[in-house]
T-cell receptor
Framework: DQQVKQNSPSLSVQEGRISILNCDYT??????FLWYKKYPAEGPTFLIS?????DKNEDGRFTVFLNKSAKHLSLHIVPSQPGDSAVYFC??????????FGAGTRLTVKP | DVKVTQSSRYLVKRTGEKVFLECVQD?????MFWYRQDPGLGLRLIYF???????EKGDIPEGYSVSREKKERFSLILESASTNQTSMYLC??????????FGSGTRLTVV
């Protein structure tokens, strides 16, 4: 039973446009949410996080939005760059313990 | 920089063999985790540990065991490898709300 779901396996956007990656979760006890980025043949690397006490966190071109009532979060990348092409994993945890991950969304940014 | 090192990038083992996957981190992190990554399923938690000699089952522990004799080392053991354990295995470590640092992964093929 997947507690974290990424329903879009892939997304393709044009360079310079906005990329929006979505994630839903089922466990209302999750209080910390993260996005990881993964290139082929490498481990995932931490991108951005948000605590459940916030609804938005911004870091440069990356913004994560959290809607607790809908149990939904999203990652916005603007402007998108070809180097952003990777698999993005959404993750959630309770007290930063045993994090659960979604299935991932493969983002392709076309020049 | 925190480093998580997985001893092998690629492994090929025969069905029924006992397989050891080693993971070492160099930043004195308390928490260590083993995940496997499969297409369409994302990262699934196998086992984790919050302290030396401590271990907890994740979502898919069947067919696996772990060992944590020293803080920096967390080993994943496949007692009798089977073809359905062919996967990418990822080790991670963390402390508090720092997010996880992942190793580069071990791609295991069981033939």
């Amino acid at each position: 039973d997947q507690q974290v779901k990424q329903n879009s396996p892939s997304l393709s956007v044009q360079e310079g446009r906005i990329s929006i990656l979505n994630c839903d979760y089922t466990n209302s006890m999750f209080d910390y949410f993260l996005w990881y980025k993964k290139y082929p043949a490498e481990g995932p690397t931490f991108l951005i996080s948000i605590s459940s006490i916030k609804d938005k966190n911004e870091d440069g071109r990356f913004t994560v939005f959290l809607n607790k009532s809908a149990k939904h979060l999203s990652l916005h990348i603007v402007p998108s760059q070809p180097g952003d092409s990777a698999v993005y994993f959404c993750a959630a945890s309770k007290n930063n313990n045993d994090m659960r991950f979604g299935a991932g969304t493969r983002l392709t940014v076309k020049p | 920089d925190v480093k998580v090192t997985q001893s092998s990038r690629y492994l090929v083992k025969r069905t029924g063999e006992k397989v050891f996957l080693e993971c070492v981190q160099d930043m004195d992190h308390e928490n260590m985790f083993w995940y496997r990554q499969d297409p369409g399923l994302g990262l699934r938690l196998i086992y984790f540990s919050y302290d030396v000699k401590m271990k907890e089952k994740g979502d898919i522990p069947e067919g696996y065991s772990v060992s944590r004799e020293k803080k920096e080392r967390f080993s994943l053991i496949l007692e009798s490898a089977s073809t359905n354990q062919t996967s990418m295995y990822l080790c991670a470590s963390s402390t508090g709300h720092s997010g996880y640092t992942f190793g580069s992964g071990t791609r295991l093929t069981v033939v």
